[in-house]
Each structure stands twice: as C-alpha cells, then as structure tokens.
C-alpha cells in the first residue's frame, strides 16, 4: 500500500529506489548526469510511492530557486489582466515557477507584509501599491529582485504611469469638442492615484478659463474593486445625470467606471456622444470594440518589460542601479467623444 502522499518524502523515494536523495533531486530536475537504469528506477519508485515533490526537493541540486512572486490588488478586472498577459508572455518559455499573491482591495499593506514575511521569493513584482518607508524595509529585507508597477521607489527598478497628463489630455480633449460642463467619475475612497487623476481634471479645466466645480466629481457606493467597477460607474452617472444646469461630457477613471455610465446614459433615454461625451481611461479591448475613448496604458507591454528587468536582475544580467521608467498615456479618441451635431 503506498503511503500517504502529504508523508512521503524524497528520503522515501531515495530508500525505496535505492539511491542517494542527490539522485533523486537530479531526476527530478531532469538532469542528465543520471544512467537511464538509475533514472527509471527512481522515477518507478516515485509513482509508486505517489511521490509529489514540493519545491525544496525540486530544488536541491539547484544553485539557486527560480520562483517569481506577483502581487496584486486583483488578477479578475480588465487592467491586471491586461498586466498579467504581458508578465505570462515574458515566461512562457522560461522554467520559472510563478507564485501569485492577492492583495485585496482592503488592508492590501496589511495583506503585502503577512505574505513578505512568511517566506522568501527569488523575484517579486508589486504592481497597484503605494509603497511606505515600511513596506519599502520589507520589501528590501528580502535579498531579491523587486520591480514596482504603478509606484516608485528609489531602491527599486519601477514602471509607473502619469496619471496628471493622462487626465488632463482626456478633458482637454472633451474641451476641443467644445464642451464646458465636464463632469468626472471617481472612487468613493481616496488614493493617491485618484488624486493625481483628479488633479489633471482640474488642471486641464483651469488651463481653459473654466472653473473646477468639485459638485461635478461623483462615486459609486458599490466597493467592489474600490470602486473601479460597472456598478459604480452606473451609480456615479446617475448622480450626474441630476445636475443642473446639465453636463454634456464626463470624463471616467476607468473604462469599466465609463461602460456603466454608458449603460446610464442610454436607460435615461439619452444617447452618447449626442446628448453626453465620454472618455474612460486604461483603453481596455472592449473599449476599442465598443467605441470609448479612451487614455492607453499599454498595460500588457508595461506588464512585459518589467518582467524581463526582474528576470535579468534574478539571472544577474543587469547590475545597474535601479531605473525608474515614467510612462506617459496617450489619448484613443473613438465614437464615444467625437461631436455628431
């Protein structure tokens, strides 16, 4: 009767194959300093055993482990996917094992330290947090590779966006259209992300003489994906929907925040772009099927190059210090904002 699989051991299926646990941990890393005799003998004792190597067994005639870790608020909406896409291309040739932490969208510091603290990576990508000076000592505490995505930190190779241009080429957009009532979609909790969205509102609307009325700015109530969700954007356009005198133009966070303002718009009988413009932001691939404008992140290519900088400072390829790469949106003008009247 072979044991149970969570009691058996690489010394079970050294014994039981009659070879040394080096042997073992050889065949199992395909090694080809095996004789094929040898290699059919331990490989007959694992499956009789039902042997499941964990990853220190795997490892042990390794130099080094290959584990990369991804950290995340989420890996369900559209822009971590997008994100996730890119960081699976970069591997997919790779014999690198890919350990994948949710961070939540709630106590995600909280969340990121527990996960730091019970056991080292060999590479970690941090994407949607603000790093602290705290998270920053964790962070550093792990003797390996970090590569931030969405905020930087100067002791770590970081890819982040401009979040103030890429809003304020949305409104100054919907401006060019000819509109001057603008209103905005934004997140019922705060971050730095949105205020830094908020503020190229601002500055685009003032840069035109025209007044930043924070009565304009609204939020969903449903939490879900703090906020960058279909139904908060629903909610937040029918909230706009009640302004007088009425907007003719709203400039959403997200494109999912701006496919449920569309939804709004049209169960109020009213039509976009004629009645009401919009531009999302991210420019998911929906957005190009169905028409939004919107503000590219080119998620998926972020998502790649930072891997590959992660992969060469694991591999010890890169030893410069560490970069910091600003990347600037660009505005995807489509159906949704452009002027039929």
Same mark, same amino acid.
């Given at each position: ?21 080096? /042997? ?52 369900? $909406? ?15 040739? =790779? ?15 909280? /969340? ?10 060999? *590479?970690? %990508? ?5 790093? /602290? ?6 962070l550093q505490a792990l003797h390996a590779p970090v590569v931030l995505i969405g905020s930087e930190w100067e ?12 809003? =304020? ?7 060019? #259209? *000819?509109? =001057?009532?603008? *209103?905005?979609?934004? $997140? ?5 992300? !949105? ?26 109530? $449903? ?76 998620? !998926?290519?972020?998502? #790649? ?20 790469? %600003? ?6 003008? =489509?159906?949704?904002?452009?002027? /039929?009247?």
């Amino acid at each position: 009767m072979p044991q149970e699989k969570s009691k058996v051991t690489i010394y079970d299926v050294a014994a039981r194959a009659g070879v040394a646990i080096s /042997t073992v941990s050889r065949v199992l890393n395909n090694s080809d300093d095996v004789s094929d005799r040898t290699r059919a003998r331990v490989l007959r004792a694992i499956e009789e055993l039902q042997f499941r190597p964990d990853r220190t067994a795997k490892t042990l005639a390794q130099q080094a482990t290959q584990l990369l870790a991804v950290a995340m608020p989420t890996f369900t $909406t559209p822009f971590h996917t997008e994100l996730m896409k890119g960081i699976r291309t970069c591997l997919r040739e =790779r014999d690198v094992d890919l350990l994948l932490c949710d961070l939540g969208s709630t106590k995600r510091h909280l /969340t990121l330290m527990n996960f730091l603290r019970r056991g080292t990576v060999d *590479g970690l %990508l941090l994407a949607g947090v603000d790093v /602290t000076e705290a998270i920053a000592q964790e962070l550093q505490a792990l003797h390996a590779p970090v590569v931030l995505i969405g905020s930087e930190w100067e002791s770590f190779d970081s890819f982040y966006w401009d979040d103030v241009a890429g809003a =304020r080429q949305a409104v100054e957009h919907l401006i060019e #259209q *000819g509109h =001057r009532r603008i *209103g905005m979609i934004t $997140t019922a909790t705060g971050s730095p992300l !949105q205020n830094r969205r908020i503020q190229g509102y601002r500055e685009a609307l003032e840069a035109a003489g025209l007044p930043f009325d924070p009565s304009l700015l609204a939020s969903g109530f $449903t939490e879900k994906h703090a906020g960058y969700s279909e139904e908060a954007g629903y909610e937040a356009m029918q909230t706009l929907l009640q302004v007088d005198p009425p907007l003719t133009a709203v400039f959403a966070s997200s494109d999912v925040q701006a496919i449920g303002a569309w939804k709004a718009i049209i169960d109020a009988g009213k039509k976009v772009p004629d009645d009401i413009a919009l531009v999302g932001y991210d420019d998911i691939k929906t957005s190009t099927y169905i028409g939004l404008t919107s503000i590219a992140q080119d998620m !998926q290519a972020i998502g #790649q190059r930072a891997t590959e900088v992660l992969l060469e400072r694991m591999e010890g390829k890169r030893t410069t210090p560490p970069e910091a790469v %600003l990347v600037v949106p660009k505005l995807q003008v =489509r159906r949704s904002s452009r002027r /039929t009247r």
